[in-house]
């Protein structure tokens, strides 16, 4: 039924007595102080006759209204005194009449967190607003539930999202009168907010959020069956109270104490079960209903006898839920009698305690009944829904006003953001820009070249987060990058992305793919000095019967150069280097030559040449030096060529040690076009990789504005040094 509104308390001056209206609100004083509450009333009045009077309006006083309202659809659920102050102030923060930072310093930072939350949740009507024809609400169940599980993402405290149906329950009360907001205020509440309540399981305010709803989005239909139950309703009335006589009496001889209450299907429950079945309102028959409230589980089932002693119950209408609670914990008896003048009656028996669970949210009938579409990506949404109403209960029980976020933190799997039209997109959590494209059309993602997030442009491997507005920008030809495939620099999270960019280099010619994979490779293993090694054994190690076909693979995407090169690296007869501790210090030559074996002779000090600086998994060769020990080069190094030349019986047989644990310098040249951040972006690049720096010195051409910069890092091996 549609909830009327009451008149507030006025005093003598026309102000709303604000302490009568607190005396009347169903609030524990233990738990809610009236001081702090009424002078968060006062401070939305305030702020709203300051902006009246500044426009020359009354209109600024509606957010105070608001907020009372909130406050009072809020404390029939019990919720804390932070949860009612942010109720109060909510519409004078979005509205900008006062800051959060003011909200803060006055009622503390819980209040401040919730009104944010609030403000999220807001993402949706705010992006509605701005578009004529939205097609964020009339559009199909699908979107609209995709959109239900992008609200419950964004909560991390119950309260936030209780404070939003209170909300969009007082808007969609105010616009009875504003025919121009009523459908869209309508459309969002019926898509989203009703089906968010519903499974929350907060069944009364469901039941006027879909009324309401329907109302306005269906008026002819509404008015129809309005007119039915208004003319029965005396008669309705009538026999339902004297079926609450008749059972009234006979449970009072048995010696039960029980509350009995009547109750009317609402309208648009009504109407789903005529659509839904195909019937006639004539053939509604739990239109009549009687709830019986007993104190302990065995009055439950001495009423039961009571009714069933009274009236011939309908065979196969009779449930119970106590013995067998239904799936998500639901408790009642449900039976169905032909009740006086031979018409159905339903009735439902139940404690008190049963019945609050079933009104307030812990155990209604949401999953058996549920209005959401089922999908393989639902556990992850049920169980937050259920995370919800698990706090609801224990916030009901405890009436505690601890931080409830702190208490029960939910990790998101999923995130939802939005296309430019105003779509809500669902993607695996951790996804870039570059993910999106390619969920939003395959083309897209072939054409991508840029991305903005919130209007403002970020790098391809940006991650998104929950909420945000994506636009992804395009060139006129497709042309997926080999880079997008290479894992470590994170362009692309999901499967699914990789696997279009992977047929996309398939389909491109044999030849071009050679020409590709060979290019990649070739840079890769000059840059890591590897340029005397077996192309034919690489290839067959990593499962290709031909070089050519190795260089295919890579061409296409199938084949990692970082795979070719760990295979490369394996082959010199080296374990795979290991990544150093973070915070491990500088390696010293001393360090290094622990890795070091000696080929026929004992420990000898050992040096890794300045000149060459060979790394772990390279094939090395020692010089005996006057009075430094062995100073250990690459094969290929200029200058041990020439000392074997010159004094051939200083060189040396060395290897590698099985032990590999230290770092080694490497030099590396970076030229990139100047900006500001760059060098922000570098180092913040070597830190995320636990990458130390000995040293780096940049110079820039003003001329050209290019940087050029030199660095020393430190690495554990080629792997490390071809992922950096």
């Known amino acids: 039924?549609?909830?009327?509104?009451?008149?507030?308390?006025?005093?003598?001056?026309?102000?709303?007595?604000?302490l009568a209206w607190y005396q009347r609100l169903p609030v524990n004083p233990q738990d809610v102080d009236a001081k702090v509450?009424?002078?968060?009333?006062?401070?939305?009045?305030?702020?709203?006759?300051?902006?009246?009077?500044?426009?020359?309006?009354?209109?600024?006083?509606?957010?105070?209204?608001?907020?009372?309202?909130?406050?009072?659809?809020?404390?029939?659920?019990?919720?804390?005194?932070d949860a009612l102050v942010a109720a109060a102030l909510y519409r004078s923060v979005r509205e900008g009449r006062i800051s959060l930072d003011e909200v803060a310093k006055r009622y503390g930072a819980m209040v401040e967190k919730l009104i944010d939350g609030v403000q999220r949740m807001a993402a949706i009507t705010v992006m509605n607003a701005s578009q004529h024809d939205s097609q964020i609400l009339g559009q199909s169940e699908a979107q609209s539930e995709t959109i239900r599980k992008m609200l419950v993402a964004l909560v991390d405290d119950v309260r936030v999202a209780l404070i939003k149906l209170a909300e969009r329950t007082s808007a969609i009360r105010a616009v009875k009168n504003k025919p121009e907001k009523r459908y869209r205020v309508a459309r969002e509440v019926f898509d989203i907010y009703a089906p968010l309540a519903h499974r929350l399981g907060i069944g009364h305010i469901k039941w006027e959020l879909e009324d309401l709803s329907f109302r306005y989005l269906q008026p002819l239909a509404y008015k129809k069956i309005a007119k039915l139950l208004d003319e029965k309703r005396l008669d309705r009335q009538r026999y339902i109270e004297e079926a609450i006589a008749l059972i009234s009496e006979s449970v009072g001889k048995e010696g039960v104490t029980a509350e009995i209450v009547g109750r009317a299907k609402h309208i648009y429950s009504i109407w789903r079960k005529m659509q839904r079945k195909g019937i006639g309102f004539s053939q509604v028959y739990d239109i009549r209903a009687v709830r019986i409230l007993v104190p302990d589980i065995k009055s439950c089932y001495t009423v039961l006898g009571v009714v069933h002693g009274l009236w011939r119950n309908i065979p196969n209408e009779f449930d119970d839920y106590i013995a067998n609670p239904k799936e998500n914990g639901y408790r009642s008896l449900h039976t169905a009698v032909i009740g006086p003048m031979g018409k159905v009656l339903e009735v439902q028996i139940r404690t008190s305690s049963m019945h609050e669970e079933a009104e307030f949210g812990v155990c209604s009938h949401w999953r058996y009944k549920g209005a959401d579409a089922s999908g393989k990506n639902t556990a992850g949404y049920e169980e937050k829904i259920a995370w919800l109403r698990q706090v609801l209960d224990w916030h009901e029980e405890s009436g505690d006003n601890l931080d409830i976020a702190d208490h029960f933190q939910h990790a998101q799997d999923r995130v939802y953001v939005f296309t430019p039209d105003g779509h809500v997109v669902n993607l695996q959590y951790g996804s870039t820009p570059l993910d999106f494209a390619y969920h939003i059309h395959t083309e897209v993602g072939h054409r991508c070249r840029g991305a903005k997030v919130n209007g403002r442009i970020v790098p391809l491997t940006y991650t998104l987060q929950t909420g945000e507005r994506v636009e992804i920008l395009t060139g006129k030809e497709n042309a997926p990058r080999r880079d997008w495939l290479q894992s470590n620099l994170g362009y692309l999270k999901t499967s699914r992305a990789r696997s279009k960019v992977q047929h996309w280099f398939r389909q491109q010619a044999k030849e071009d793919n050679v020409l590709a994979g060979r290019y990649l490779l070739e840079k890769e293993f000059k840059r890591l000095g590897l340029t005397s090694v077996?192309?034919?054994?690489?290839?067959?190690?990593?499962?290709?019967q031909s070089v050519d076909d190795m260089y295919a693979a890579v061409g296409a995407g199938d084949l990692s150069s970082m795979q070719v090169i760990k295979a490369a690296h394996s082959l010199l007869g080296q374990d795979e280097p290991k990544l150093p501790q973070f915070g491990s210090g500088p390696a010293s030559p001393t360090d290094a030559s622990s890795?070091?074996?000696?080929?026929?002779?004992?420990?000898?000090?050992?040096?890794?040449?300045?000149?060459?600086?060979?790394?772990?998994?390279?094939?090395?060769?020692?010089?005996?030096?006057?009075?430094?020990?062995?100073?250990?080069?690459?094969?290929?190094?200029?200058?041990?060529?020439?000392?074997?030349?010159?004094?051939?019986?200083?060189?040396?047989?060395?290897?590698?040690?099985?032990?590999?644990?230290?770092?080694?310098?490497?030099?590396?040249?970076?030229?990139?076009?100047?900006r500001q951040g760059l060098l922000r972006d570098i180092t913040n690049l070597l830190s995320n990789a636990h990458v130390n720096v000995i040293s780096m010195t940049t110079n820039t051409d003003t001329k050209s504005h290019i940087a050029s910069m030199q660095l020393r890092v430190e690495v554990a091996g080629l792997a490390e040094l071809a992922d950096l």
């Open 37 to 81: 509450l009424i002078s968060a009333c006062e401070l939305s009045a305030d702020c709203a006759r300051r902006t009246g009077a500044s426009h020359n309006n009354a209109m600024p006083m509606a957010s105070f209204y608001t907020g009372l309202e909130m406050v009072e659809i809020l404390s029939d659920l019990h919720l804390d005194q």
């Open 534 to 544: 077996d192309y034919k054994t690489i290839a067959n190690k990593v499962n290709c």
């Open 595 to 674: 890795d070091i074996s000696i080929s026929g002779v004992g420990n000898l000090l050992t040096q890794i040449a300045g000149c060459c600086k060979p790394l772990p998994g390279e094939a090395i060769s020692g010089y005996i030096t006057v009075g430094r020990g062995v100073s250990v080069h690459r094969q290929d190094c200029k200058k041990l060529l020439h000392l074997q030349a010159v004094e051939p019986e200083r060189i040396i047989e060395v290897s590698w040690a099985g032990r590999k644990t230290e770092t080694y310098p490497v030099d590396i040249a970076l030229e990139a076009y100047d």
């Open 1 to 18: 039924m549609v909830k009327v509104r009451e008149d507030y308390p006025l005093k003598a001056d026309g102000e709303v007595d604000l």
